[in-house]
């Protein structure tokens, strides 16, 4: 597992940051989206069947949007 994922990091880590820009609209947030949907890949151990590239982007979309949820939540109860 560690090497499929270092694998895809590698390999789509350009396109997989400009998708957690394109939701996130900044640089730091799209970093840390794609680090937190590494981290969740990582320590959830799920076995990846067939081509795990789609559902890194998809881990990735969503950590975005979580990224999104919770950096505006915050800012609403200031």
Do not use: C
Not at 19 to 38: K, M, W
Not at 50 to 78: H, S
């Amino acid at each position: 597992m560690k090497e499929t994922l270092e694998r895809i990091y590698w390999d789509h880590r350009q396109g997989l940051y400009t998708l957690a820009l394109a939701i996130t609209r900044r640089p730091e947030r799209a970093e840390d989206a794609v680090q937190d949907a590494f981290a969740r890949l990582w320590t959830s151990r799920v076995r990846l069947t067939g081509d795990p590239v789609p559902y890194v982007f998809a881990a990735v979309r969503n950590a975005a949007v979580d990224e999104m949820r919770r950096k505006n939540g915050a800012a609403a109860r200031l």
